[in-house]
């Protein structure tokens, strides 16, 4: 999640099947961080190309009848991080960091919000923690946090601990989820103080529990 190198050149033009759909190939546009389906375009050799060269979703529009960056006219556009073909070769999943709502409704994607998923809603507070990095707007706990460092976090992380633990045991069930997620909230702020993200605590999550 932490990795903002530029995308890959792979797929290359030439590995894809264009047959099926006259020079086109579906390409589903996934959130690098949530997980969750943003949208879905179609790409022809160029537009695939253009995608890689650049780092930016580009599809072909098919109304303009030409290349097309997705947020040319918004600005929200969709920083490629992936980009993997399926098994037939013929249609296309890209991972990609979104600038701002992906949909021209205003909507972060065009298939509406999803349900409440834990995975999604932590990539997304990452997300929100990392914003607050960059603005340090003034009265902002979260950029008071980031700049008292990660040491003051730690102990913050500490003593929220603490409380989790102080209400699992009273069997509150609703206190102990809201102490919960204050724990995972400051977890998330000392992450982004040493530039960890979620996709890196699942990396090794999956690597002690892959199958034998």
């Not at 700049?147 to 633990?165: C, D, F, L, N, S």
Request: net charge negative; with cysteine; hydrophobic share 40%.
């Amino acid at each position: 999640m932490r990795n903002r190198s530029a995308p890959l050149a792979e797929p290359s033009a030439k590995t894809i099947d264009w047959s099926k759909l006259g020079g086109l190939v579906p390409a589903i546009v996934q959130d690098v961080d949530t997980g969750q389906v943003l949208m879905l375009g179609y790409m022809d050799d160029a537009a695939l190309e253009e995608t890689c060269r650049s780092g930016l979703v580009t599809f072909y529009s098919r109304s303009k009848n030409r290349l097309w960056q997705k947020g040319e006219t918004s600005g929200n556009r969709l920083r490629v991080k992936d980009i993997r073909a399926d098994c037939d070769r013929d249609a296309l999943l890209v991972t990609a960091e979104p600038a701002g709502p992906t949909c021209h409704l205003g909507t972060e994607s065009c298939f509406g919000e999803p349900a409440v998923d834990g995975a999604t809603w932590l990539g997304k507070l990452a997300r929100i923690v990392r914003r607050r990095a960059g603005e340090m707007r003034a009265g902002s706990y979260t950029a008071q946090l980031l700049q008292a460092g990660p040491v003051r976090i730690a102990q913050k992380v500490g003593e929220e601990a603490v409380e989790v633990v102080l209400a699992s045991t009273t069997g509150d069930e609703q206190g102990c989820i809201e102490e919960i997620a204050d724990l995972f909230y400051h977890l998330t702020v000392l992450m982004e103080s040493r530039g960890i993200g979620w996709n890196d605590i699942a990396a090794v999550l999956k690597g002690r529990h892959a199958p034998s």
